[in-house]
């Protein structure tokens, strides 16, 4: 049986934690996270189990294991994970952690830690897509 769980990233110089969902449900995703409150998280839409998105974004959740704040990319299947998927909720964490940590954007195009970023973020999201990264097991209350 597939393990189920989720990949953890940390930036290190941004106080945000990255985390990315695939094949996943509500029910799991309530196992280990809430918003910044402490309180449960809004699932918007369709079931997840219908499987009618790309991919989504749950902007300022937090861990239950260790209380981090972050970011949770959720996409419905691996196969979900395309570049375009990917790179669009790359896109949603950018600037989510923009709002968060206040970064600056300057015109013209002098944003290099902008990009950093950016390539940060998708890069996340494509190790978990290869099964690299900390995997983070979702443990039944029986074992």
């Not at 597939?2 to 930036?11: A, L, N």
């Not at 959740?61 to 970011?71: Q, R």
């Not at 300057?106 to 999201?125: D, K």
Request: aromatic fraction near 12%.
């Amino acid at each position: 049986m597939k393990k189920k769980g989720y990949y953890e990233y940390t930036p290190q110089i941004y106080p945000r934690k990255l985390w990315v969902m695939y094949n996943t449900s509500e029910e799991e995703i309530d196992k280990c996270f809430t918003n910044m409150k402490g309180e449960p998280l809004v699932h918007n839409g369709e079931p997840m189990s219908e499987g009618n998105y790309g991919g989504m974004v749950y902007d300022e959740c937090m861990s239950k294991a260790g209380k981090y704040f972050g970011n949770l990319v959720v996409f419905p299947k691996k196969k979900d994970m395309t570049m375009k998927n990917i790179c669009h909720e790359a896109y949603h964490v950018l600037s989510s952690i923009n709002d968060a940590c206040d970064l600056e954007r300057m015109y013209n195009g002098r944003n290099e830690h902008q990009a950093y970023l950016m390539g940060w973020i998708c890069n996340c999201i494509n190790n978990a897509r290869l099964g690299v990264g900390d995997f983070i097991e979702i443990k039944d209350k029986e074992e």
